[in-house]
């Protein structure tokens, strides 16, 4: 698809590389297909579009790599912990990339939202993966941390900060504070996680382990 844009127009000027599944639960409950497909999707799927994008904005000198990343990429999410884990990964290799690239005429930016009004809310695990014994939707995990953000804001921000070229764009609002807190002061969003997974626990029928207590997984 990449070939045929670039041989129809003579050029690539942008490559959104937007792949992502949501996969959750709790770790001693996932299975391996579970982070194999985290890794997959999210990671993989952002590699391939470089690899096939890059070569060609590099022969012609110019062109923007745009990667979606996520707040989860920032920021630690409990009981998100393969998605989280693959969006810092998308972190890590957009800014990578963004230095490497910077002089030869290519721009690299990447895309960490904090919760957005798309269809990943509600879809869950993906179907074909093993159930999980403890399970929370997406949406009421999410919601309690913060109301998704519309998608079309969402992408107009994604514009606007391409335009300006920043390496990392965060929106709302509330994510990038959420950022900065957790860049200043770990220790404040740790609270909030905590609360968080406690709440999440609470809903799913999780006992809360007694004091000094070790918790044992009750998962085949």
């Not at 409990?78 to 910077?102: D, F, Q």
Request: one cysteine or more; glycine letters at 10%.
């Amino acid at each position: 698809m990449v070939e045929d844009a670039h041989r129809e127009h003579g050029r690539l000027d942008l490559m959104f590389n937007n792949a992502g599944v949501g996969i959750g639960g709790q770790v001693d409950e996932l299975s391996l297909e579970h982070w194999n497909r985290a890794l997959d999707v999210n990671v993989r799927g952002v590699i391939h579009g470089v690899h096939a994008a890059y070569p060609l904005m590099l022969a012609q000198g110019f062109g923007d790599i745009v990667n979606t990343g996520s707040a989860a990429g920032l920021l630690p999410v409990p009981l998100l912990a393969p998605y989280s884990m693959s969006k810092h990964a998308v972190v890590g290799l957009s800014l990578s990339l963004r230095a490497e690239a910077a002089d030869r005429g290519v721009k690299v930016s990447v895309v960490c939202p904090g919760v957005t009004e798309t269809p990943i809310l509600d879809k869950g695990n993906p179907p074909d993966l093993p159930t999980l014994q403890h399970m929370l939707s997406g949406r009421e995990y999410l919601e309690r941390i913060r109301k998704p953000y519309p998608a079309s804001a969402l992408a107009a921000d994604i514009l606007r900060g391409v335009g300006r070229n920043r390496a990392v764009i965060i929106a709302p609002r509330a994510a990038h504070v959420q950022w900065l807190i957790q860049r200043a002061a770990p220790f404040l969003i740790e609270r909030g996680v905590l609360k968080n997974v406690a709440w999440a626990r609470a809903t799913m029928g999780i006992a809360r382990p007694a004091q000094g207590a070790r918790a044992t997984s009750t998962s085949p």
